[in-house]
């Protein structure tokens, strides 16, 4: 996430100020122990004071960066759904208003490509809208369990995401399964739908022009994980974690062009916790395509 130049001027300043002080109070401190070294008393309570003072400053300047990158962020947040809301409504409004004004006019074949569009973009509205509203609920109100094989959700999301990106057949595939013993898990179906969706879509909205998404699903002992690998421009190391955090977005041109919220990765390493598993990305760095895993306990035995 980047820093407006005019906050980080800010954060600047709050820091050099800070360390002017410390320094200031470890001046003090030294002086205090040169002037008192043969007075046991006086001279441990200086020590202790100015200590005292140095970890609340210290404490105090961490505390003022982070909230002021956390408002940062969020303020990037509320751009980006704004944007994600309006430009679907503008696009649906402008498509309406067209047809109404020449209704009597407009080619059948131009008529079903507007009606087209406007689906589309209802279905990106409502895509932000639920993104929005899981995070608000994000590991809060209990699963709906229910036993279920995980490859069959996996390949329906996939099927489902071609589909609604206009992709070829094979663009996202899924791996032959090593096994032939199902997958089967206890837990939220449209949690974990929403999860894979996310990744899915992830995988195909960076790769730009050539997708070519891979998906996993492989059986280790008591658990499975869910691995998704695109060819994209991959994540440098650095922000392999931080991209699983509310509102993170890597920094760069590339989410510059390409708009999101930062949402769908902290959604998935929520659903995973609640479902006692886990999730995180792997990359060769940039320009080398990514890796996201998803890792989840299979259902014990006897549990409906
Ligand atoms: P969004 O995609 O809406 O920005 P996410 O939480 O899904 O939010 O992703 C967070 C960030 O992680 C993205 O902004 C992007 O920088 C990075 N990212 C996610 N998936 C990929 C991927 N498959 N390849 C490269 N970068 C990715």
């Given amino acids: 996430m980047s820093v407006a130049p005019g906050r980080r001027g800010a954060i600047a300043f709050f820091v050099t100020f800070s360390v002017c002080l410390i320094a200031l109070a470890a001046a003090l401190n030294v002086g205090w122990i040169v002037l008192t070294w043969q007075q046991v008393v006086p001279l441990l309570l200086g020590v202790l004071v100015f200590a005292a003072i140095i ?35 503008t696009s649906i409004r402008l498509h309406l208003d067209t047809l109404r004004a020449r209704s009597a006019t407009l080619p059948e074949d131009k008529r079903q490509e507007f009606y087209g569009v406007m689906h589309e973009d209802t279905d990106r509205l409502l895509h ?33 995401a071609t589909t609604r990106r206009h992709l070829p057949e094979g663009a996202v595939h899924l791996v032959p399964h090593a096994e032939t013993a199902p997958a089967i898990v206890f837990g939220d179906r449209a949690e974990l739908a929403s999860a894979i969706t996310n990744l899915v879509d992830n995988a195909i909205k960076y790769s730009g022009d050539r997708v070519d998404v891979a998906v996993a699903v492989v059986r280790h002992g008591h658990r499975v994980v869910v691995r998704v690998t ?62 996201f895993h998803l890792d989840l306990p299979l259902a014990p035995e006897g549990v409906v």
């Fill in 55 to 89: 970890t609340g400053l210290i404490l105090n300047t961490t505390y003022l960066v982070r909230e002021i990158r956390r408002n940062e962020q969020h303020d990037a947040f509320v751009n980006a759904v704004t944007h994600e809301l309006k430009t679907p409504v």
């Fill in 230 to 291: 695109d060819h994209g421009p991959g994540i440098p190391p650095e922000d392999l974690k931080r991209v699983f955090r509310r509102f993170y977005r890597v920094p760069g041109p590339l989410t510059q062009r390409i708009r999101g919220t930062g949402l769908g990765l902290f959604i998935v390493s929520t659903a995973a916790r609640r479902h006692g598993g886990r999730a995180w990305a792997t990359s060769h760095g940039p320009g080398r395509g990514a890796t």
């Fill in 128 to 160: 932000t809208i639920e993104q929005v509203l899981r995070t608000g609920q994000a590991g809060r109100g209990p699963l709906q369990r229910a036993r279920f094989d995980l490859r069959d959700l996996v390949a329906e999301q996939l099927a489902l």
